[in-house]
């Protein structure tokens, strides 16, 4: 019974790692490499499911059902056999001789298999049972030698794509090339030992290495790609910080979580930039966003440790945080002095209001938020009035 409980414990493994990989993906035409890799891995697991059969039944010495489940075992094999081809050829994309040649290889011997299966009915040559024994004969060897031949040319095919392949092609391919030699010295040791699972041992081995080596990487790939897309989404695209999206998303976390500790203090800046409009207006586009790029940096250089989102066409926020928060006062002013020494040099005007959380008085960030941007507007009316007083000396 121990050869059904190898061929168990290896069906168990397979489907563990290889669920994913078998479910069907509808989103997948640009690509036909995984239909292909998943037919082999159904061919495979039959090959399993009729490997465990045939150790359990054999041990039983039930004569036909043991014969029965052999021919399965020799039809899944093979099968397996030409689809792991199949695949390999499939993920390569190389449409040359010798991936022409590897496919007739492949369905050669399978038909080749086929035909002797049939033969063993009228004349045993493949195997046959003596005394409820399982026997083997040379057209068994012969078989297991072809597909042993077909697995080895399997990875030198893989091993010559990868040498003139870019980098990161190269080491799938010789994965492939790997996976298709432990198969093939599998097939090796299995024809001395027909009553040892050697081949189901070596097939868990061989999609072990593609599943941790190649479709595993090609999943966290897609995961970085997806994040690299949710991250664009959420950046202002002229100022480089943070969007409206990422605004909201974030006052949506803030206030699921208000009244955690790790949101007891926290402090809200608002700013507007003076004169966008007439600049738009009177000198053009271009010269706006290059102003609003400059008030962004003079905001992100005073407020570095928090957030910072651009929530309007001149409108920032900053959700202060850390050291930020700690210096808030401190910064403001600095912040405040920098504007004011900009109106003295016709730069960049930006006024700013910051209001910070008081539990015993907000119930929720819209009044944080409120209180800041009625500051905001109080200290634009003291900066217009700084620049007009500029303007009459």
């Known amino acids: 019974m121990y050869y059904s409980g190898v061929g168990i414990i290896a069906l168990i493994v397979h489907m563990i790692i290889n669920f994913e990989m078998m479910r069907k993906v509808y989103k997948e035409r640009g690509s036909k490499a995984r239909p292909s890799y998943r037919l ?3 061919s495979l697991t039959a090959f399993y499911v009729s490997d465990i059969s045939w150790g359990w039944i054999y041990a039983q010495r039930w004569l036909i059902p043991s014969y029965i489940c052999t021919l399965m075992v020799f039809i899944s094999m093979v099968t397996s056999v030409l689809l792991w081809t199949r695949s390999v050829v499939v993920f390569t994309g190389d449409q040359g001789g010798f991936s022409k040649m590897l496919i007739g290889g492949g369905w050669t011997i399978f038909m080749f298999e086929i035909v002797i299966i049939v033969l063993n009915f009228f004349h045993p040559i493949m195997f046959y049972f003596k005394e409820k024994e399982y026997m083997t004969l040379p057209a068994r060897h012969i078989a297991l ?3 042993m031949i077909l697995y080895f040319s399997s990875a030198v095919y893989a091993l010559v794509v990868a040498a003139r392949s870019e980098a990161e092609k190269r080491f799938q391919y010789k994965i492939v090339g790997l996976a298709s030699a432990v198969m093939a010295i599998f097939i090796v040791l299995q ?13 868990l081995f061989a999609t072990s290495l593609i599943h941790a080596y190649i479709y595993k990487q090609a999943i966290n790939e897609q995961y970085r790609k997806v994040e690299v897309v949710n991250e664009k989404a ?3 695209a002229l100022t480089g910080v943070k969007n409206k999206l990422a605004y909201l998303e974030s006052l949506r976390d803030m206030e699921l979580n208000i009244g955690e500790e790790a949101l007891a203090e926290y402090g809200v800046v608002v700013f507007d930039l003076n004169g966008l409009k007439q600049i738009n207006d009177t000198q053009g586009h271009d010269v706006g966003d290059e102003y609003l790029k400059k008030a962004c940096e003079i905001i992100c250089d005073n407020y570095k440790h928090s957030p910072v989102y651009r929530i309007g066409g001149d409108e920032f926020v900053a959700i202060l945080q850390g050291n930020d928060f700690v210096n808030r006062e401190k910064i403001k002013k600095h912040f405040d002095d920098c504007i004011e020494d900009n109106i003295q040099d016709g730069s960049v005007i930006v006024a700013s209001g910051m209001a910070v ?3 015993g008085l907000d119930e929720s960030y819209t009044d944080v ?14 900066l217009k009035k700084l620049l007009e007083q500029t303007a009459l000396e």
């Not at 409120?370 to 003291?382: F, G, I, L, P, S």
């Open 191 to 203: 024809a001395p030992f027909p009553l040892m699972p050697m081949y189901a041992i070596g097939c």
């Open 357 to 359: 959380f008081n539990p």
């Open 234 to 236: 959420y950046i202002d």
């Open 145 to 147: 030698i072809f597909q």
């Open 369 to 382: 938020f409120v209180r800041a941007d009625k500051r905001m507007y109080e200290r634009k009316q003291v």
């Open 40 to 42: 082999f891995l159904f």
